[in-house]
């Protein structure tokens, strides 16, 4: 496991992206496991501008981490809308190199299955991963059995609360959402995990120096080969 802290939210982003860049130059046909949430926005924007300067992604593939269920794609609250006003609309990703899970339709269990085939033909060379104040990753919830493939996940009361900032009201945010599992997370060639601000440092303290358990699910990290936390001074201040 690697660490970096940086001075600031800003230069943590930054050197983010020149991760994803890194990969992105370096393949033939990457596979971006992407994130959505407050942190990875200014990511999203050194990408958008990198791509005005020269970096191409029509070779590129992604795969979403996670989708509310009940929001529609044209929803401007879902995951959906959020990637494309972040990022898609301002790269050039093919249309049909980005996969989201669909939270919307009435067989979550076919969504799901159909998700993991995506998954499958897809090995993730780069997993990106924001971390939520619970350990939460991806919409994996801190519980005593995390699930390995793609699946429906009751959102804890936490994750509603602090999520609630990009909806009207917290009643409008979805309880339920569909999420990629734990292995396939860990099965991605690398992860870089990208916390800033003081609101995350315990939960990235337990991440990286707690005990490996299911109810801090970023603390299953430890066991991957090659992952990188990205942290700003305040995220990493209850670091030894
Ligand atoms: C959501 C997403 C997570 C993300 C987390 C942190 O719950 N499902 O993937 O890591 O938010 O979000 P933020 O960056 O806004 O703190």
Do not use: W
């Amino acid at each position: 496991m690697e660490v970096r802290v940086f001075p600031d939210a800003y230069g943590a982003a930054l050197y983010t992206a020149t991760l994803v860049e890194t990969t992105i130059r370096q393949l033939s046909s990457p596979v971006l496991g992407l994130a959505t949430g407050g942190t990875m926005i200014p990511v999203y924007q050194h990408l958008v501008q990198f791509h005005r300067r020269g970096l191409r992604f029509e070779h590129v593939t992604t795969i979403n981490l996670d989708e509310y269920i009940g929001l529609e794609p044209t929803d401007r609250h879902s995951y959906h809308a959020f990637m494309r006003e972040h990022f898609f609309d301002h790269v050039d990703l093919p249309l049909d190199c980005r996969h989201i899970p669909s939270g919307a339709t009435c067989d979550l269990t076919a969504a799901c299955q159909a998700y993991d085939e995506i998954l499958r033909a897809h090995p993730i060379d780069l997993q990106l991963l924001g971390i939520g104040v619970n350990g939460h990753i991806g919409f994996n919830e801190p519980a005593d059995h995390l699930k390995p493939h793609t699946h429906v996940v009751e959102l804890t009361e936490d994750t509603i609360r602090q999520n609630a900032r990009f909806f009207d009201a917290e009643e409008r945010v979805p309880t339920r959402a569909i999420t990629m599992g734990l292995q396939s997370i860990l099965f991605a060639k690398r992860i870089v995990l990208l916390a800033v601000g003081a609101s995350k440092a315990q939960a990235v303290r337990e991440a990286i120096i707690g005990d490996i358990r299911t109810t801090v699910p970023a603390s299953l990290l430890q066991l991957h080969p090659q992952v990188t936390f990205v942290l700003d001074e305040a995220a990493a201040q209850q670091l030894p």
